[in-house]
């Protein structure tokens, strides 16, 4: 079976967050090919697709096989991190519309059929992929006592972003803050089902990005996610009401950095953005 490592919401290698993607083979015992018509009745066995998942042991490992025609999904998707499995997440999304469409398993919008309902993946001419997503709900709470000294700045304002997405979104003074975070990830874990996404409006919208952000997900066995499409669900609807534009460039400022486009869409949310493959092997287990 074919395994790919995939840096996502990027143009570059070893940017971006990388994400393990794995075709699925039609069925236990098939050597067909990845393009095969073909699908499995199910998923493998939880406790592998959780083993692969720690063996790649990146912020998500995305699994996705080919469902019969005439439904309204064309491709089963699921994600786990290395510890658990998440309801929803884009940039595993788009890597692996990415490897659908570079290897030619797939052509066209694909429908993924996730916990998160149908999701779909729909390619450009550029070679960016657009994901349209469900738009968080942001409920205004009151800024926990502790998430200051936890995040290590004070916040100016919390909000809640559902069940879901299961993250508190909080914005600080200013992009230089953002940046600048250094968070006791432990202590971070008693705000949120998921994690922390910390926010601010660019220092200068002339270098292509109106927002920043960065996420800490310790819940889900990862510290700090280099490039989070799923929080942009919700710092889309949040920028665009203050900015006053429903066309947005979020930049997520993490080591690695990572660039998603949005589009704000009622309730739902576009998000626009590259993918790299970077490596390909074979799976042995």
């Not at 499995?40 to 996705?64: C, G, I, K, M, Y």
């Not at 006592?145 to 997405?165: K, M, Q």
């Not at 979104?169 to 006791?184: F, N």
Request: net charge negative.
């Amino acid at each position: 079976m074919r395994i790919r490592i995939v840096d996502a919401f990027t143009d570059r290698p070893f940017a971006g967050n990388p994400a393990g993607v794995l075709l699925l083979d039609p069925a236990p015992s098939s050597t067909s090919s990845e393009s095969s018509p073909s699908p499995p009745s199910s998923f493998p066995d939880d406790a592998w697709l959780q083993n692969v998942a720690r063996e790649v042991n990146h912020a998500e490992t995305a699994f996705t096989h080919r469902l019969p025609q005439g439904g309204e999904a064309d491709w089963a998707l699921r994600w786990f991190t290395p510890v658990t499995e998440v309801a929803m997440c884009g940039h595993a999304t788009l890597a692996t519309a990415h490897v659908l469409h570079t290897t030619g398993a797939h052509e066209g919008p694909v429908r993924f059929a996730t916990l998160s309902g149908v999701l779909i993946a729909t390619p450009h001419e550029d070679g960016s992929i657009t994901l349209d997503f469900p738009t968080a709900p942001l409920t205004p709470v009151e800024i926990p006592d502790g998430v200051a000294e936890a995040l290590g700045a004070e916040p100016r304002a919390a909000f809640d972003t559902g069940p879901n997405i299961g993250d508190l979104v909080i914005e600080v003074a200013d992009e230089k803050t953002v940046r600048g975070l250094a968070p006791d990830h432990k202590a971070l874990r008693r705000y949120s089902e998921r994690g922390i996404i910390a926010t601010a409006r660019a220092e200068d919208p002339s270098q292509g990005y109106d927002f920043v952000s960065r996420c800490f997900f310790p819940n889900v066995g990862i510290d700090e996610d280099p490039v989070t499409g799923s929080a942009h669900t919700a710092l889309a609807p949040y920028w665009s009401e203050r900015l006053g534009r429903p066309d947005l460039t979020g930049l997520q400022a993490s080591a690695r950095s990572g660039l998603v486009r949005t589009e704000l869409r009622g309730d739902r949310t576009l998000l626009t953005g590259r993918s790299v493959t970077v490596i390909e092997g074979e799976l042995l287990a």
